[in-house]
């Protein structure tokens, strides 16, 4: 029996949280994206996209990128156009890295985190990352490709006691 859903088509991942505490080092806070083949999901990326980069295609970069927190709304935001990515592609990993610039800093102790992640106007999943207080980073979504043309979003919170570039090497992987 086929399935009538249309999955999810172009989404984004939006990031705040409050600035740090006056005189304290600012809190950095980065949407990162992983992009993997559908005949390897669970392997090396095959690209990532963050701050100062976008996919090789332009269908996943960053419109916002803010290194305070400082601002009204989300200070940082990453938009996909998953029905356009090549077919070769099966998985995108969305997360959330902390960066440690300034000695080691954890989701916990940056006030007012919040991760939406949205189709146009329709709100599909948000969280605090409370849960995940003592972690440096997080995955918080996947998108997989179930059908050609359709992608399914599913809510994925995870977190992970990494530096930046580790963190990226990992996020993909299967119970990392």
């Given at each position: 029996m086929s399935s009538l859903s249309k999955g999810v088509g172009t989404?984004?991942?939006?990031?705040?949280?409050?600035?740090?505490?006056?005189?304290?080092?600012?809190?950095?806070?980065?949407?990162?994206?992983?992009?993997?083949?559908?005949?390897?999901?669970?392997?090396?990326?095959?690209?990532?996209v963050h701050f100062d980069s976008r996919s090789p295609d332009g269908t996943i970069g960053l419109a916002r990128d803010s290194r305070t927190g400082q601002g009204f709304g989300f200070d940082e935001v990453l938009k996909a156009e998953l029905t356009r990515l090549a077919p070769v592609y099966g998985r995108v990993v969305v997360g959330v890295v902390v960066q440690q610039k300034h000695g080691r800093l954890t989701l916990g102790?940056?006030?007012?985190?919040?991760?939406?992640?949205?189709?146009?106007?329709?709100?599909?999943?948000?969280?605090?990352?409370?849960?995940?207080?003592?972690?440096?980073?997080?995955?918080?979504?996947?998108?997989?490709?179930?059908?050609?043309?359709?992608?399914?979003h599913r809510p994925l919170l995870r977190?992970?006691?990494?530096?930046?570039?580790?963190?990226?090497?990992l996020m993909g992987r299967a119970g990392a």
């Open positions: 989404v984004e991942v939006a990031l705040r949280w409050d600035p740090s505490p006056m005189g304290a080092a600012p809190h950095d806070l980065d949407i990162v994206a992983a992009t993997y083949p559908a005949d390897a999901p669970m392997g090396d990326p095959a690209y990532v102790e940056v006030a007012g985190t919040l991760v939406r992640v949205s189709e146009g106007p329709a709100e599909l999943w948000k969280d605090d990352l409370s849960g995940l207080a003592g972690f440096t980073a997080a995955v918080v979504a996947e998108f997989v490709r179930t059908a050609p043309g359709v992608w399914e977190g992970m006691d990494a530096d930046p570039q580790t963190f990226l090497n």
